[in-house]
Structure formats: structure tokens, C-alpha cells
């Protein structure tokens, strides 16, 4: 189950692309994995292993896992590169898959090439109600600094992360085969020569989310996707819209009416760490939508 790898360039990022099972491309439709925010396409790897005999394709976004590139001012980048893969590799009739940061990152893809589409599956993708967004003078800019920023970043080895973090939240509820892969492709040796480092620095991460509130468009973007979308959503927040932790759906809940063809799947018992706690749940939830049956 080894991916083949490969580069494609996309404004001035090198960015790393996996493929599985190009044997089987041609014969069904694509399908293209897009990751949260601090995570990489690895972190796939047991979602892929259930997905049969199919054509493959996870990116690592820019400045994540092997991929290179500065922060974006702006989260329609995102969906940028993810253009830049499907035209470099041209891919059509794509099932866009998107996780967390992902999924808005792969509404933007298909709102800029939707002929590649066939449909889209977002797992609580992080497109927030409406009045979430700041006008574009705001900066889209959160106040203050995110508490990611502050991540320990070095260890002693993939080994020594892996059991640091198995036994804390939220990492304690994931699948041990997928912290395994976070782990061991999250890192790099560090220049010293000594130990491992995050490939996504915690300072990118941080920047990353603090330039969340910029892209009110996605709203307009995803009223323009003309697919199928399933959106998926895991436990509701409180009702005063706060996020107590990483644990909770930031999707706004009207999302999939957003859609002109979307449909909403709540799960109220799983967290916005579904694919990395259930792979088998989420490779299910990809295929029957892609059946054709994925609503209710």
C-alpha cells in the first residue's frame, strides 16, 4: 500500500502529492484527499487502505508534511494548489474529499475547475457560519496569538512522539494505526542531526488559523458548486458558538443548504477527529456517497 510520490508546483510551493492504485485509473472515478490544518496526506493512509481498488490521489498542503511554501494570506490559496494537482495530474471526475481545513479547501478547487468533479465529501469542514467572516479591510486576522504557536515541535524520535501523544487528548481517541502514520510522516530529522521536528512548524500552523476569518467567499463559492456534496458534521459546539476544544464541528450547520445538490450527514457521537479515530467509518462514508447513496 506504499503511495507512489511525486512534486507538482503551484505558486511558488513544491508541493508533495501520493498516489495509490494508478493500476485502477480509468476505471472508476478519482478520488482526491485534502487534510486539516497541521496534519498530512498520510494521515490517509488507513482511510486509502479501505477505499478498494481505486485510484488515489492525498496531498500534503503547502508547508505541511513534505511540501514546501510560504503561509497564505488567504485560504482560497489552498484551494489554489489543490487546483494545480488536479491539472497537473489531470484528473477528471473527481470525488474531492476534504477533512477540516481540507474540506474548505476543496469547495474553493471545485468552485475554480468544476468540470474535474463528480462530487464532493466534506467531513466537518471548516466553513463557519456566515458573520464569522470579516469583510476583506479586516484582514481576516484573529486577535491575539494561537495557542498552536507554542506546540512542542522537537523529540527525541517518531517513536517518542507517538508515545507522548498517545495517551493525551485529543490524540488518545485515534486509531493507533493513523497516530502511528502521523507521527512517522508528521516529522523530519532535525538539522541538528539530533532527534525529529514537526514538518508543519507550529508557527506556520498557528498563521494558518489565525487567517481563518479572511475567506467569506467560500459562502458564494460553495452556492456555485454544481455536484453532488455531502457534508459531514460531528458534535455541536455549545450554543454560544464557542469551541471548548479542537473536539468540536466548527461547520456552520446550514452549510449543505448552501449547496444548489447538498445534502447533511450530523453524527452527534463523533468528533471532528472522525478519520483519524474511525478510518473504516470514514471510507465508508466516501464510498456511499459516491454510490449515490450517502444522504440522510
Same mark, same amino acid.
Given at each position: 500500500?506504499?503511495?507512489?510520490?511525486?512534486?507538482?508546483?503551484?505558486?511558488?510551493?513544491?508541493?508533495?502529492?501520493?498516489?495509490?492504485?494508478?493500476?485502477?485509473?480509468?476505471?472508476?472515478?478519482p478520488?482526491?484527499?485534502?487534510?486539516?490544518?497541521?496534519?498530512?496526506?498520510?494521515?490517509?493512509?488507513?482511510?486509502?487502505?479501505? &477505499?478498494g #481498488?481505486?485510484? =488515489? $490521489?492525498?496531498? /500534503?498542503?503547502?508547508?505541511?508534511?513534505?511540501? @514546501? *511554501?510560504?503561509? %497564505?494570506?488567504?485560504?482560497?490559496?489552498?484551494?489554489?494548489d489543490?487546483?494545480?494537482?488536479?491539472?497537473?495530474?489531470?484528473?477528471?471526475?473527481?470525488?474531492?474529499?476534504?477533512?477540516?481545513?481540507?474540506?474548505?479547501?476543496?469547495?474553493?478547487?471545485?468552485?475554480?475547475?468544476?468540470?474535474?468533479?463528480?462530487?464532493?465529501? &466534506?467531513? #466537518?469542514?471548516? =466553513? $463557519?457560519?456566515? /458573520?464569522?467572516?470579516?469583510?476583506?479591510?479586516? @484582514? *481576516?486576522?484573529m %486577535?491575539?496569538?494561537?495557542?498552536?504557536?507554542?506546540?512542542?515541535?522537537?523529540?527525541?524520535?517518531?517513536?517518542?512522539?507517538?508515545?507522548?501523544?498517545?495517551?493525551?487528548?485529543?490524540?488518545?481517541?485515534?486509531?493507533?494505526?493513523?497516530?502511528?502514520?502521523?507521527?512517522?510522516?508528521?516529522?523530519?530529522?532535525?538539522?541538528?542531526?539530533?532527534?525529529?521536528?514537526?514538518?508543519?512548524?507550529?508557527?506556520?500552523?498557528?498563521?494558518?488559523?489565525?487567517?481563518?476569518?479572511?475567506?467569506?467567499?467560500?459562502?458564494?463559492?460553495?452556492?456555485?458548486?454544481?455536484?453532488?456534496?455531502?457534508?459531514?458534521?460531528?458534535?455541536?459546539?455549545?450554543?454560544?458558538?464557542?469551541?471548548?476544544d479542537?473536539?468540536?464541528?466548527?461547520?456552520?450547520?446550514?452549510?449543505?443548504?448552501?449547496?444548489?445538490?447538498?445534502?447533511?450527514?450530523?453524527?452527534?457521537?463523533?468528533?471532528?477527529?472522525?478519520?483519524?479515530?474511525?478510518?473504516?467509518?470514514?471510507?465508508?462514508?466516501i464510498?456511499?456517497?459516491?454510490?449515490?447513496?450517502?444522504?440522510?
Amino acid at each position: 500500500m506504499e503511495p507512489s510520490e511525486r512534486l507538482v508546483a503551484s505558486d511558488g510551493a513544491q508541493l508533495a502529492v501520493y498516489e495509490w492504485g494508478t493500476a485502477a485509473r480509468g476505471r472508476s472515478a478519482p478520488i482526491l484527499l485534502a487534510h486539516a490544518t497541521g496534519f498530512h496526506a498520510r494521515c490517509w493512509d488507513q482511510v486509502v487502505a479501505r &477505499l478498494g #481498488d481505486r485510484h =488515489v $490521489v492525498a496531498v /500534503d498542503q503547502r508547508g505541511h508534511g513534505r511540501s @514546501g *511554501g510560504t503561509p %497564505p494570506v488567504h485560504w482560497g490559496q489552498f484551494g489554489a494548489d489543490l487546483t494545480a494537482v488536479l491539472r497537473a495530474l489531470d484528473l477528471r471526475d473527481v470525488v474531492g474529499v476534504g477533512h477540516s481545513m481540507g474540506g474548505h479547501a476543496m469547495v474553493e478547487a471545485a468552485a475554480l475547475d468544476p468540470a474535474r468533479f463528480r462530487r464532493l465529501v &466534506l467531513i #466537518d469542514p471548516v =466553513v $463557519v457560519r456566515p /458573520d464569522f467572516y470579516q469583510p476583506p479591510e479586516g @484582514g *481576516g486576522r484573529m %486577535p491575539g496569538e494561537h495557542p498552536t504557536a507554542k506546540r512542542r515541535s522537537r523529540f527525541a524520535s517518531a517513536d517518542e512522539m507517538f508515545a507522548r501523544f498517545a495517551e493525551r487528548p485529543p490524540f488518545d481517541t485515534w486509531d493507533r494505526r493513523v497516530l502511528r502514520d502521523y507521527c512517522l510522516h508528521g516529522t523530519r530529522p532535525d538539522a541538528s542531526g539530533d532527534g525529529v521536528v514537526l514538518a508543519c512548524r507550529p508557527e506556520y500552523e498557528a498563521e494558518v488559523y489565525m487567517t481563518s476569518r479572511g475567506n467569506g467567499g467560500i459562502i458564494d463559492r460553495a452556492r456555485a458548486v454544481d455536484v453532488p456534496v455531502l457534508v459531514v458534521r460531528a458534535m455541536e459546539a455549545p450554543a454560544d458558538g464557542t469551541l471548548p476544544d479542537f473536539r468540536y464541528s466548527p461547520t456552520w450547520p446550514g452549510l449543505a443548504g448552501a449547496f444548489r445538490r447538498g445534502s447533511d450527514r450530523h453524527l452527534p457521537d463523533r468528533t471532528h477527529f472522525l478519520p483519524m479515530e474511525d478510518p473504516a467509518l470514514a471510507a465508508r462514508l466516501i464510498l456511499e456517497a459516491d454510490a449515490g447513496h450517502g444522504a440522510g
